[in-house]
């Protein structure tokens, strides 16, 4: 424990999508993220409570008070907390957009490779708490279904399952969602790594129709900095992915009317993920992955504890 | 925006413009082909943006483009200033040329109050020229100035191309030049100017102005040959700076400038005598519009007069006041203003035996007095060197008279001639000798102030030269006939000689006169002299003898004939009566003219102006008529005199104004001097006129009362008159002395050529010689230059002495700058002790006196012709401050005239170049609120 939190600035800087770009293999990369990530948590905050007893850890600042061992602390004047092996009822399942629009990036990850890390690096961190983790990669269609596993060794098939080749554009998001939703016959976490660049009502729709089921949702949109930021300079040909049409223009000076648009576009999404009750988490995929992660442990804490979704 | 025009009337510099103009566009074409490509995937958004913003977008980049394109105009005409030399495309050269001619005439020392302190016209042109240089000074042509004075054109002054260094050195030398006190040929200069810039850089693309800096006076221009000058010359453009004061405004005025000044000082005699009063004159002129008063003072040897200066009380606009004076010669002596020793005329008298050494004795015997008048009045304005003008005057104790008589006999002093003539002098006031014909050439004649030849037959040519060269060198000569006169050696010195005697002679003189027709003569009644002018000073002191002179005996005469080749000058002081009142017809005639003159119902008597007067002259026309009718001759004479003498009276009129001095009556006037000539004139008895300086008289009887050849009664060839010896003797010396003293009279004509300071090389190459030969040494004198010249501070800057053709010592004089006195002495050899001193005095030429300006088209030599478009400024008469700065130098202001030079055009390309970045920065900013696109979710 002493070594991770002398190492933990280390470790952190493997969330860092600069530097993870330069680590080849996703399961490498998700593993890296995840122990960078947890060495920079408080500690453990997320172990879960379990009818079998694990350990005894000393109280710190933050511990819930009801997991104190009193007598413990009746014997020797200290106070320790009680930790047990967490219960591992939590389905999981990631959907990711592998369509060609993420493809795109500007930075050292395109979002493609931004959301396969992401969704890799939850299933990892799943997988270590004994939650059962399946994947839905899809473009036009559904590409691959994996089944939610527990065991450890189905973070192979899951990562094997985040390659796309020749990545098509979206076209029935609904569709897509409604699958999802057909294949997982109990309820469970339903996270969505997308650029949503897709029809917004056919999206609302199928949000709507995960709800409905209840399954909790959470929705990560990916998008670059430059989709955010626009920040183009000098006469640019714009050829647009996925059927888009293309545009020669100087984009300093369609600037500010791309920004609006983008800003309804977001504002829209956000409303409808509020009104269905998903989880929304907007994601540059030039920050580090702990935005990811920190929203997948509050998700599942808050899906064990029964309490509605986090805000977006 | 003339010479912006102008450049781009050039087709080329139109598409050259346009290039520049449209390479914004250019540049905006060559970055829309210069792309990058981006995959993109919001296109969504982009597309909907764009149709969003395409509007705005547009005017936007349409503004950029606008401002860019006129950020590029606008720094092309700034360029512009340095890019287009200064001169319009189509007239490019590689050199201007400024050939300027300074008049440094003494009328540009003309000053006004009006100008400010200190100005004068010679100052403006400098302020002038120094201007133009100062133009020149930022052209981008090369430029060139060459300067030269009007007085001196073949001297170029300043030769070199402007810049800083050369314009201080125009500046030193502009302070350190002086005004020229005499008259300048300004034709001569412009010539000389001109054909000198034609020839200049012949195998350059040259512009060539030439510049004239003058006062433009209405006397240098109206006789046009200025004018002609300057249409003469087709490759020069000139310019004309009128630099008069005060400066004329837009309408050419004021048209002249007031100026008063002394024309003319002289004295009645060019000779005076110590302590005997002397007749002086001033002629003083107002040359302005306006009536003024001054006054004139007087000095003598240096010293005011208050006895002989006046107060000029009025003087008339544009009339000339005659102001008379009187003064008592004295010699200077150390008086005299230039330090003039006093003269020893006793030292060299008694060394000298033969007749130079007498002459030269009789020079030394004379002083020069320096007389000066000055004009003072209180404007302050005007050419301040015709307000002092000074003269010389010989003064002697007695007056140095050859007496030549033809017939003295050999052995004899004198002879009857001589013998009356001497006896009428006044010892006091003439100092006689008395010679033969045949020792006059011997003579050193110009130590004589006048010459008297009595009844002399021929004389040796060497004596009628020196005769000819010493009466037009100033020296005065009397003949007295006799029956020695041969009237066809007379008749030759009248045609070969300038008339060196007055008139031609007939043949023969007047016969003998018979008993009876003497007896007759006793009993005529009528004067047997008459006078012609009443006014001429020879007869002034005889007109109260007049009544007497019905008892003069006058016999015998020489007749003139052809009076109608008579110089015009020539004068008949003293005339036989005429015999054709004897004639009943031609007496009748003359009734009838005079009668005719009075007709007072006929012009001009009708007219308005005659009615003031109109009374009293009928009332005098009426008492004369009648005494027509019943008078003799000379009653009728005597009568029409009285009548023309008749006084105007009334409110207005001057003091001695007659009625006849009104214009209308001038004619009649003359009309009844001709009748009274007609009447009682007829062959003339004395002659006189002018030649060259001096004056020659004849006396066309004989000065005593007979012949030579029969001794003092001369019975055999009869008596010629009796004025010498008779009833009437008493006043001949009065005649003889008046006489004598009329030779002496100054020829004011003459006199003024003589001090006119000629333009052509200045003082040295006078025309004719400027001094007085009496004072001059002859021809076999040692002149020793800077030894014997001496006394004058003036004088020391003299460089040359001469010989001038008339064998007769002349002084040049190069440096002399300034009108005034200059005196001399001259020693015959450096051992002598006698030595003649001598004075000239140098007047500044009345030309210069006279300010009125030229007109426009007095200037204009395109007068009456067609004007050409590039000519149209050359001759404009400007002022010099305004013209010099904007029309003199109208290429160089061609170039300034561009839009380049305002400073507007400054403060638009900065407000431009504003505009155009804020509208880039506007295009491409990077700007917005990125904060609400982030992890944190959407605010």
């Known amino acids: 424990m002493a070594d991770r939190e002398k190492d933990g600035k280390n470790y952190r800087r493997f969330l860092d999508p600069a530097v993870l770009a330069g680590i080849g293999r996703l399961e490498l990369r998700a593993h890296q993220a995840v122990e960078g990530f947890l060495a920079g948590m408080h500690p453990s905050p997320f172990f879960g409570h379990s009818v079998e007893f694990v350990q005894h850890r000393e109280y710190t600042t933050g511990d819930d008070i009801r997991h104190l061992d009193w007598k413990v602390w009746s014997k020797t004047d200290r106070f320790y907390i009680k930790q047990f092996e967490a219960e591992t009822n939590l389905r999981c399942t990631l959907v990711v957009d592998v369509s060609e629009s993420m493809a795109y990036g500007s930075g050292p990850l395109s979002k493609m490779q931004y959301a396969a890390t992401a969704a890799a690096s939850a299933a990892w961190l799943l997988l270590r708490q004994q939650d059962a983790v399946g994947m839905v990669t899809f473009d036009s269609s559904i590409r691959s279904i994996i089944p939610p596993r527990s065991q450890s060794r189905h973070l192979d098939a899951i990562v094997a399952a985040l390659g796309n080749d020749r990545p098509r554009e979206k076209t029935d998001i609904f569709g897509i969602l409604k699958k999802v939703a057909q294949n997982l016959p109990t309820r469970g976490l339903v996270a969505i790594f997308s650029d949503l660049l897709v029809d917004r009502d056919a999206l609302t729709k199928g949000l709507q129709m995960l709800r409905q089921r209840k399954h909790e949702v959470v929705l990560f949109h990916l998008m670059d900095k430059d989709e955010v930021d626009f920040q183009f300079m000098g006469p640019t040909r714009f050829e647009g992915m996925e059927s888009m049409p293309e545009l020669l223009c100087d984009p300093a000076a369609l600037r500010e009317g791309y920004l609006r648009e983008l800003g309804e576009f977001l504002q829209e999404v956000r409303r409808a993920a509020t009104k269905q009750g998903v989880s929304y988490q907007f994601i540059r995929t030039d920050e580090p992955l702990d935005a990811v992660l920190t929203r997948f442990l509050h998700q599942r804490e808050a899906v064990r504890q029964g309490r509605p979704n986090l805000p977006g | ?196 810039l034609i020839g200049q850089f012949p195998d350059l693309k040259t512009r060539k102005l030439l510049h004239f800096f003058s006062d433009v006076r209405k006397a240098d221009w109206s006789d046009g040959k200025i004018k002609e000058t300057m249409n003469s010359a087709e490759a020069v453009q000139w310019r004309i700076h009128d630099c008069a004061v005060p400066i004329r405004d837009e309408q050419l005025r004021p048209d002249q400038h007031g100026n008063l000044a002394i024309l003319a000082l002289g004295s009645e005699s060019r000779l005076g005598l110590e302590g005997q009063p002397l007749e002086c004159w001033a002629k003083v002129a107002n040359f302005g519009a306006q009536p003024r008063s001054a006054f004139l003072a007087i000095e003598l040897n240096g010293k005011r007069d208050p006895s002989a200066s006046r107060q000029i009380e009025s003087l008339p606009p544009g009339q000339i006041v005659e102001v008379r004076f009187r ?149 005065g000569l009397a003949w007295f006939a006799g029956d020695r006169t041969v009237s066809g050696f007379c008749n030759r010195l009248f045609e070969q000689h300038d008339g060196l005697f007055p008139v031609l002679l007939a043949g023969q003189a007047s016969p003998i006169l018979s008993e009876k027709e003497r007896e007759e003569m006793k009993r005529d009644e009528s004067p047997k002299v008459v006078f012609p002018d009443l006014n001429n000073p020879v ?14 005996r006058m016999e015998r005469h020489w007749p003139s004939i052809e009076s109608s080749r008579w110089n015009d000058q020539t004068e008949t002081l003293l005339a036989l009566p005429s015999k054709a009142w004897q004639i009943a017809g031609q007496r009748e005639a003359l009734k009838r003219e005079i009668l005719d003159i009075f007709a007072l119902d006929k012009s001009p008597f009708t007219l308005p102006a005659i009615a003031p007067v109109l009374g009293i002259l009928e009332l005098e026309i009426g008492k004369t008529r009648s005494k027509i009718a019943t008078s003799g001759q000379f009653e009728i004479v005597r009568a029409l005199e009285d ?270 170049l504003i505009v155009e970045q804020f509208l880039a920065w506007r295009c491409s900013h990077i700007g917005g609120n990125l904060a609400n696109f982030t992890s944190k979710g959407v605010a």
Do not use: C
């Not at chain 2, 082909?33 to 969003?52: D, I, N, P, S, T």
């Not at chain 2, 201080?168 to 000389?192: C, K, M, P, Q, W």
């Not at chain 2, 002191?541 to 019905?550: A, N, S, W």
């Not at chain 2, 021809?779 to 460089?799: D, L």
């Open chain 2, 1 to 196: 925006m003339a010479g912006l025009l102008g450049i781009f009337l050039n087709p080329w510099a139109l598409a050259a413009a346009g290039l520049l103009a449209s390479v914004p566009v250019i540049i905006h074409l060559i970055n829309r082909m210069r792309y990058r490509r981006v995959r993109w995937a919001a296109m969504e958004f982009l597309l909907a943006a764009q149709k969003r913003m395409k509007r705005k977008m547009i005017i936007e980049q349409l503004l950029l483009l606008a401002s860019r394109v006129l950020l590029v105009i606008l720094i092309g005409l700034l360029l512009s200033r340095w890019l287009i030399s200064g001169s319009p495309p189509a007239l490019p050269e590689d050199w201007i040329l400024h050939e300027v001619v300074l008049d440094d005439s003494t009328s540009m020392s003309d000053s006004s109050r009006d100008a400010g302190a200190g100005s004068d016209s010679f100052a403006l042109a400098k302020d002038g020229i120094r201007s133009l240089a100062e133009s020149s000074l930022v052209s981008k042509i090369p430029t060139r100035m060459r300067l030269r004075r009007a007085s001196e054109p073949g001297k170029i002054l300043f030769d070199e191309q402007l810049g800083d260094e050369s314009f201080g050195a125009l500046v030193e030398f502009l302070n350190s030049t002086n005004l020229r006190s005499y008259r300048v040929n300004l034709i001569d200069a412009l010539e000389v100017a001109k054909n000198d």
């Open chain 2, 327 to 475: 003064i008592i010669p004295s010699r200077g002596g150390s008086t005299v203003k230039d330090g003039l020793p006093s003269n020893d005329a006793k030292t060299g008298q008694a060394e000298n035996k033969d007749a130079l050494k007498d002459g030269l004795a009789r020079r030394a015997s004379s002083s020069p007095m320096a007389i000066r008048a000055i004009l003072e009045n209180d404007s302050g304005e005007g050419v301040p060197a015709d307000n002092i003008r000074d003269m010389v005057l010989e003064v002697r104790d007695r007056i140095p008279l050859l007496i030549v008589d033809g017939t003295i006999q050999p052995g004899a002093s004198t002879s009857s001639d001589s013998l009356y003539f001497g006896a009428a002098l006044n010892p006091q006031l003439f100092e006689p000798i008395f010679l033969e014909p045949a020792d006059l050439e011997k003579q050193d004649m110009p130590s004589f102030a006048l010459v008297v030849l009595l009844n002399v037959a021929e004389l040796t040519d060497t004596a009628v030269v020196k005769l000819d060269n010493y009466v037009k060198s100033g020296g």
């Open chain 2, 643 to 912: 009548l023309l003498r008749l006084q105007q009276t009334g409110e207005g009129t001057r003091i001695g104004q007659t009625v006849w001095d009104l214009p209308e009556l001038i004619q009649v006037q003359d009309k009844l001097k001709s009748v009274i000539r007609k009447i009682q004139q007829g062959d003339p008895l004395m002659v006189a006129r002018p030649i060259g300086r001096g004056n020659v008289l004849a006396f066309l009887s004989s000065a005593g009362p007979a012949s030579s050849r029969s001794g003092l009664t001369g019975d055999s060839i009869g008596i010629w008159n009796e004025w010498a010896n008779g009833f009437l003797s008493a006043t001949f010396p009065i005649l003889v002395q008046d006489s004598l003293f009329y030779l002496l009279r100054q020829n004011s004509d003459s006199r003024s050529k003589e001090f006119s300071l000629s333009q052509s090389g200045g003082l040295g190459n006078f025309p004719s010689p400027v001094v007085m030969e009496s004072l001059y040494y002859p021809q076999q004198a040692t002149v020793i230059a800077g030894k014997s010249i001496e006394n004058s501070k003036v004088f020391q800057v003299a460089t040359k002495i001469f010989q001038n053709p008339e064998a007769l010592w002349s002084i040049g004089i190069d440096s002399q700058q300034n009108p005034g006195l200059l005196t001399y002495s001259i020693r015959p050899d450096s051992t002598s002790v006698t030595q003649v001193r001598g004075a000239v005095a140098f007047n500044v030429d009345t030309f210069e006196s006279d300010l009125k300006r030229a007109s426009q088209e007095e200037v204009d030599p395109r007068t009456g012709k067609s004007k050409t478009e590039t000519s149209a400024d050359w001759f404009k008469l400007e002022p010099v401050n305004n013209q010099t700065r904007q029309n003199s130098e109208m290429l160089i202001q061609k170039r300034s005239l561009d839009a380049s030079e305002t400073p507007w055009l400054i403060v638009a390309l900065l407000a431009l």
């Open chain 2, 539 to 552: 007869v002034a002191g005889l007109l109260p003898f007049r009544q007497v002179f019905k008892h003069l």
